[in-house]
T-cell receptor, first 112, second 113 residues
């Protein structure tokens, strides 16, 4: 079955710097890759997603890149702000199923 | 915009008791998913429903059951609760089975004593 690895597990950056979180997946048939932000005591909130027929997607300060050959995808946050501090999860949706397989999460801390 | 509603938000139970968690999807969403998130862990898929039928099954214990009703809300029934069942339980919904994007609710925090 699908397995998703996520790195790093914790990440501290200075306000205004960029943050990059990387995920790899094992099932080459996976075709949808969302990213979620989870704040303490809240449910995961979708921040960006990408489908397997697209290599890159950008939404303001957030971008996601996908390398299907290498089976990895990355989240890029530019001009980080303290409110970006949260746990970020990547996920993969294997083809033929509708569940998500989540990565283990990255705790991002943006230092003011 | 309306979001996924879950109730209760917090629940405390004793071992061997039963619990029922409820999920109300975003209006017009007909697919619901249940996930369990242990402390410091990622969400683990339990089960999903589309049009009142089970569409996918994950690591859901036999002690748990779930169903989706005609108004698309879903209930997760948990029996013979164990200490290890203490976790956050999230419900998510999507527009339909073919729509990949899942929108998560705020979760129910279950504590089993």
């Amino acid at each position: 079955g699908e397995n998703v690895e996520q790195h790093p597990s914790t990440l501290s950056v200075q306000e205004g710097d960029s943050a990059v979180i990387k995920c790899t997946y094992s099932d080459s048939a996976s075709n949808y890759f969302p990213w979620y932000k989870q704040e303490l005591g809240k449910g995961p909130q979708l921040i960006i997603d990408i489908r397997s027929n697209v290599g890159e997607k950008k939404d303001q300060r957030i971008a996601v890149t996908l390398n299907k050959t290498a089976k990895h995808f990355s989240l890029h946050i530019t001009e980080t702000q303290p409110e970006d501090s949260a746990v970020y999860f990547c996920a993969a949706s294997p083809s033929g199923t509708y569940k998500y397989i989540f990565g283990t999460g990255t705790r991002l801390k943006v230092l003011a | 915009a309306a979001g996924v509603i879950q109730s209760p938000r917090h629940l405390i139970k004793e071992k061997r008791e039963t619990a029922t968690l409820k999920c109300y999807p975003i209006p017009r969403h007909d697919t619901v998913y249940w996930y369990q998130q242990g402390p410091g862990q990622d969400p683990q898929f339990l089960i999903s429903f589309y049009e009142k039928m089970q569409s996918d099954k994950g690591s859901i214990p036999d002690r748990f059951s779930a169903q989706q009703f005609s108004d698309y809300h879903s209930e997760l029934n948990m029996s013979s609760l164990e200490l290890g069942d203490s976790a956050l339980y999230f419900c998510a919904s999507s527009l339909n089975l073919g729509q990949e994007t899942q929108y998560f609710g705020p979760g129910t925090r279950l504590l089993v004593l």
